[in-house]
């Protein structure tokens, strides 16, 4: 499976943002979500969507500003990013697994098998 991910870019502070990945070839994932990184820091957990019962997982620090989404159809997942921060420019990184992740593990980045390429968010103040 390979992940592709797009719509990194730059926006100013208080804009939004809207990034999105598709799996290819299409084939059921039951668990996709959204993880970022800074460079030096540690990848950070930032939202999950499972299908199989619909539930979404966001980190503290977007929630209530991100939206995810799925296209089941389309086999691809969508974060929507409103009143973005500075602090939340970071490499944007997809990831998905075929079965579900137990929600104490769904913030854990080994719980995921395939990984996109990540997409570059820069949110100037």
């Known amino acids: 499976v390979q992940l592709q991910a797009s719509g990194g870019g730059l926006v100013q502070d208080g804009g939004s943002l809207r990034l999105s990945c598709a799996a290819s070839?299409?084939?059921?994932?039951?668990?996709m979500g959204w993880f970022r990184q800074v460079p030096g820091k540690e990848r950070e957990f930032v939202a999950t969507?499972?299908?199989?019962?619909?539930?979404?997982y966001y980190a503290a620090a977007v929630k209530g500003r991100f939206t995810i989404s799925v296209d089941s159809a389309k086999n691809t997942v969508y974060l929507d990013m409103n009143s973005l921060k500075p602090e939340d420019t970071a490499v944007y990184y997809c990831?998905?697994?075929?079965?579900?992740?137990?929600?104490?593990?769904?913030?854990?980045?080994?719980?995921?098998?395939?990984w996109g390429q990540g997409t570059l968010v820069t949110v100037s103040s």
């Open positions: 969507f499972r299908k199989g019962d619909r539930s979404t």
């Open positions: 070839p299409v084939q059921p994932l039951d668990t």
């Open positions: 990831a998905a697994n075929r079965n579900r992740i137990i929600t104490s593990q769904v913030r854990r980045g080994n719980s995921y098998n395939y």
